[in-house]
């Protein structure tokens, strides 16, 4: 993953690593997959957030669901639905 590669070489390391998803299209990768990089994430104690919008997808929930109970690790990592009705994404995000 990119992103823990980028929190690898940080600048100051006392700082909580952190990875923050907007995932707006549908989730290419299987389940197990998900729950696998998850696991990866946790042990290395990275937090997760995920911002689910854009595109239904009755899979994709259920994966994102997946790949966060797999990094939580002390409630440490959330995740958000926003509905396809919303106006903007700011909108709920700021609630």
């Given amino acids: 993953m990119v992103a823990q590669l980028a929190l690898k070489h940080r600048q100051n390391k006392h700082q909580q690593q952190r990875i923050i998803i907007f995932a707006g299209s549908p989730v290419k990768y299987d389940k197990k997959a998900l ?3 998850g696991k990866k994430l946790k042990k290395n104690s990275v937090a997760l957030d ?4 854009g595109e239904e997808d009755d899979e994709k929930p259920e994966k994102l669901e997946a790949l966060l109970a797999a990094v939580n690790a002390n409630d440490s990592s959330h995740i958000v639905h926003v509905p396809s009705s919303a106006n903007a994404l700011s909108d709920v995000l700021i609630r």
């Fill in 35 to 37: 729950e696998t990089i």
């Fill in 50 to 53: 995920i911002v689910d919008f």
